[in-house]
């Protein structure tokens, strides 16, 4: 039976994919993202961990070996699970023919160098502050950069009150997505990456990394002004998943400062971690083996799902004691699923999207939320049509929000990252419009 979920799982995702294509990609950005986040987390990967009998969702090896419970029996309850839920988000964003403009808009061309400089500007502020931030936190990063420290960046979260000036490390992202999308010097996107990337790389932000290449990925695919050969494209390809593997492979060496002891030779690389990195979909099997042998386990009722977000964006002097209510009560369920020694830390473990909507309403969540996250995805596409500048750029830091939210199942955490990587794009806005003008007689390439 599980692999008829599967087959029909597998029939839904390409049937949204074949409807994306009829309409264009450009058109439709945080869909075609959702769709390929899905397809890996709630296909392939819970299917290869299914085919090599993975036992329970911390793993069977190692630290983990022994501990945690089983989810081998909830495999096929878990595949029920997420194509019911696939199948209900597709139609919820589907059910009604998505109709793009024929007509193109673009910035005008004596105008564009104008906004590049105020997009320069931004980034250089941006990334002062999180420098800045870094240093009142005590710590010094180019003692890190040059190995030279046995400090890291994890566990200093809470040193200062910074917790809004280190998130503006979401708007660099933003900053270097634009200035790609002006069409701005070659080289000073490339200095602008690679300075970014070290700065995520020594915070441990792998996953703002993996952003910025998506960004500017996106930008490169689908933006008329840029013509890619079939072998650039390739070649780009093969790039990118070798640095994905790289920076995932030498993660907590970035962090600690090793860099003599990067390893650069792909053979070395294990690629069984792909599966490792995107498993949320093993805790959403064993939340599911939680509740059903736990019955008096009670869900939140969406109070870490919406609450939450104001507990989040409010600062610590409006609480009791100074202190927020944490940890939200979805992430102590999470936690407690997993069922591990008490007087271990806790691992972080991350549930999907999904998850954290079983959590809030249990199997009734599941039908209604995915469907009515559809609709909502459908809005905000329509709310910003790509066929003019600020609607695209609107759709690729939105699509990019949605990666976080997908993969890591906590939405206050998305609404936060979407303030933050909207916020250059919020405050370039007015300039962007104003200089926008309309393309006579030209219809969108799909």
């Given at each position: 039976m599980i692999w008829l979920y599967i087959g029909i799982n597998l029939i839904t995702l390409i049937y949204a994919f074949m409807y994306v294509r009829r309409i264009g990609t450009r058109q439709v950005i945080?869909?075609?993202i959702c769709l390929a986040l899905l397809a890996i987390y709630c296909l392939f990967t819970p299917t290869y961990f299914y085919l090599v009998g993975r036992e329970t969702s911390m793993g069977d090896d190692g630290l983990y070996q022994f501990t945690g419970k089983r989810i081998s029996d909830y495999y096929k309850e878990g595949m029920f699970f997420y194509m019911i839920a696939n199948m209900l988000f597709v139609f919820g964003f589907t059910w009604k023919q998505y109709k793009g403009s024929k007509i193109s808009y673009s910035i005008q061309s004596d105008s564009i160098p104008y906004i590049q400089k105020k997009v320069l500007w931004l980034y250089i502020l941006?990334?002062?502050?999180v420098c800045t931030d870094i240093f009142i936190s005590g710590i010094n990063p180019f003692n890190i950069l040059l190995g030279s420290s046995d400090?890291?960046?994890?566990?200093?979260?809470?040193?200062?009150?910074?917790?809004?000036?280190?998130n503006c490390a979401d708007c660099i992202i933003t900053t270097i997505i634009l200035f790609a999308y002006l069409k701005g010097n070659k080289y000073k996107i490339i200095l602008m990456t690679l300075s970014a990337f070290a700065l995520f790389a020594i915070m441990g932000f792998r996953y703002r990394i993996i952003l910025t290449i998506?960004?500017?990925?996106?930008?490169?695919?689908?933006?008329?002004?840029?013509?890619?050969?079939?072998?650039?494209?390739?070649?780009?390809?093969?790039?990118?998943?070798?640095?994905?593997?790289?920076?995932?492979?030498?993660?907590?060496?970035?962090?600690?400062?090793?860099?003599?002891?990067?390893?650069?030779?792909?053979?070395?690389?294990?690629?069984?971690?792909?599966?490792?990195q995107t498993r949320a979909s093993l805790a959403d099997f064993n939340l599911i083996r939680y509740y059903d042998e736990n019955p008096t386990i009670k869900h939140d009722y969406g109070l870490t799902m919406f609450g939450y977000i104001f507990i989040k964006a409010l600062p610590k002097f409006v609480f009791p004691n100074g202190e927020k209510p944490y940890p939200p009560p979805a992430l102590v369920i999470l936690d407690n699923s997993l069922e591990l020694p008490r007087q271990w830390d806790k691992p972080g473990e991350a549930a999907m999207h999904y998850g954290s909507f079983y959590i809030a309403f249990g199997w009734i969540g599941l039908v209604i939320m995915p469907f009515l996250m559809g609709i909502w995805v459908r809005y905000v596409v329509g709310r910003n049509p790509s066929s003019n500048p600020l609607g695209f750029l609107k759709q690729i830091v939105f699509a990019l929000a949605l990666f976080q939210f997908i993969t890591r199942g906590y939405f206050p955490q998305f609404v936060d990252h979407f303030v933050y990587i909207s916020l250059p794009i919020w405050l370039l806005s007015g300039l962007i419009k104003k200089s926008t003008v309309l393309q006579p007689h030209h219809e969108l390439t799909h």
């Amino acid at each position: 039976m599980i692999w008829l979920y599967i087959g029909i799982n597998l029939i839904t995702l390409i049937y949204a994919f074949m409807y994306v294509r009829r309409i264009g990609t450009r058109q439709v950005i945080p869909f075609v993202i959702c769709l390929a986040l899905l397809a890996i987390y709630c296909l392939f990967t819970p299917t290869y961990f299914y085919l090599v009998g993975r036992e329970t969702s911390m793993g069977d090896d190692g630290l983990y070996q022994f501990t945690g419970k089983r989810i081998s029996d909830y495999y096929k309850e878990g595949m029920f699970f997420y194509m019911i839920a696939n199948m209900l988000f597709v139609f919820g964003f589907t059910w009604k023919q998505y109709k793009g403009s024929k007509i193109s808009y673009s910035i005008q061309s004596d105008s564009i160098p104008y906004i590049q400089k105020k997009v320069l500007w931004l980034y250089i502020l941006f990334f002062g502050i999180v420098c800045t931030d870094i240093f009142i936190s005590g710590i010094n990063p180019f003692n890190i950069l040059l190995g030279s420290s046995d400090e890291n960046l994890f566990g200093h979260q809470s040193i200062t009150n910074s917790y809004y000036f280190r998130n503006c490390a979401d708007c660099i992202i933003t900053t270097i997505i634009l200035f790609a999308y002006l069409k701005g010097n070659k080289y000073k996107i490339i200095l602008m990456t690679l300075s970014a990337f070290a700065l995520f790389a020594i915070m441990g932000f792998r996953y703002r990394i993996i952003l910025t290449i998506i960004g500017l990925v996106l930008i490169y695919s689908l933006d008329e002004k840029y013509k890619l050969s079939t072998s650039t494209v390739s070649f780009t390809s093969l790039l990118l998943i070798y640095f994905i593997f790289f920076i995932t492979y030498n993660r907590w060496n970035f962090i600690h400062g090793r860099f003599s002891e990067l390893s650069y030779n792909p053979v070395e690389f294990e690629y069984e971690m792909f599966f490792e990195q995107t498993r949320a979909s093993l805790a959403d099997f064993n939340l599911i083996r939680y509740y059903d042998e736990n019955p008096t386990i009670k869900h939140d009722y969406g109070l870490t799902m919406f609450g939450y977000i104001f507990i989040k964006a409010l600062p610590k002097f409006v609480f009791p004691n100074g202190e927020k209510p944490y940890p939200p009560p979805a992430l102590v369920i999470l936690d407690n699923s997993l069922e591990l020694p008490r007087q271990w830390d806790k691992p972080g473990e991350a549930a999907m999207h999904y998850g954290s909507f079983y959590i809030a309403f249990g199997w009734i969540g599941l039908v209604i939320m995915p469907f009515l996250m559809g609709i909502w995805v459908r809005y905000v596409v329509g709310r910003n049509p790509s066929s003019n500048p600020l609607g695209f750029l609107k759709q690729i830091v939105f699509a990019l929000a949605l990666f976080q939210f997908i993969t890591r199942g906590y939405f206050p955490q998305f609404v936060d990252h979407f303030v933050y990587i909207s916020l250059p794009i919020w405050l370039l806005s007015g300039l962007i419009k104003k200089s926008t003008v309309l393309q006579p007689h030209h219809e969108l390439t799909h």
